[in-house]
């Protein structure tokens, strides 16, 4: 069990034994996340968790209140899926690592292909969707040529394991305004470019940025209850060192 789950569990056992009723305000993160002498991130997964059982509310701007009382079945969390959070943290690992070895090892017919995927996303956007697929296929792509087919499989798993997490889902139905896919677009962009010039410390820089823009658009939508949060999500996470 992962430790959001352990926190999501000890919230709805203290639901169930009537800790908080229907209509109660639960603590803020901050104050939960001290109780459980965890991080906030993982607060914000346990709470999410939560919000897909239909056992709480999270009211942007006002706090996470309790809609329901679970069931003892309830009680007994089967979700075994990735947190948003966690995904982000291994995506930003591994394919910052994988963007400077691509820089090194792409071939002309994978930076085309590379091209016509952000081409594929420009599209879309230019007519008022979003092409997820394309953004997938983006990062893909640039794992693939690194030439190795174990780097390859990697991130084509990490990716498979986003779209089948359930909390991952959760947390961008809270999204209404996509506007922030021109952002990552640029940043595919800006990858490319550096690959293209075989500039493998730049690929590695340009793709932890592009990740670290992701994760702070997630702490965005999933803020619950204060604005001012310190848009931290790992601190085991460490900065790109200069080479």
């Not at 352990?6 to 203290?14: A, E, F, L, P, Q």
């Amino acid at each position: 069990m992962r430790l959001y789950q352990d926190i999501g569990n000890k919230i709805r056992t203290d639901i169930l034994a009537g800790k908080y009723q229907v209509g109660d305000r639960l603590p803020p993160e901050r104050d939960i996340a001290e109780s459980f002498s965890v991080s906030r991130s993982v607060v914000r997964e346990a709470l999410i968790m939560l919000e897909l059982e239909k056992l709480i509310e999270v009211r942007k701007g006002s706090g996470v209140y309790v809609i329901q009382i679970p069931t003892e079945d309830q009680n007994r969390n089967t979700d075994s899926g990735y947190g948003p959070f966690e995904l982000m943290q291994a995506r930003q690992l591994l394919e910052s690592e994988v963007a400077a070895f691509a820089a090194m090892q792409a071939t002309k017919t994978d930076i085309l292909k590379m091209k016509q995927a952000i081409d594929q996303e420009r599209q879309a956007l230019d007519n008022g969707s979003v092409d997820e697929s394309a953004d997938e296929l983006f990062h893909c792509l640039l794992a693939q040529s690194t030439q190795n087919s174990v780097l390859a499989n990697m991130v084509y798993e990490v990716w498979q394991a986003r779209k089948r997490s359930s909390m991952w889902r959760g947390l961008h139905s809270h999204t209404v305004d996509f506007s922030y896919q021109r952002q990552w677009l640029d940043d595919h962009q800006r990858i490319l470019r550096a690959v293209t010039r075989r500039d493998a410390k730049l690929a590695r820089q340009e793709m932890w940025q592009h990740l670290e823009n992701v994760k702070h658009k997630l702490l965005e939508i999933s803020d619950v209850d204060d604005p001012a949060f310190d848009g931290y999500l790992f601190e085991s996470v460490p900065a790109p060192q200069e080479t």
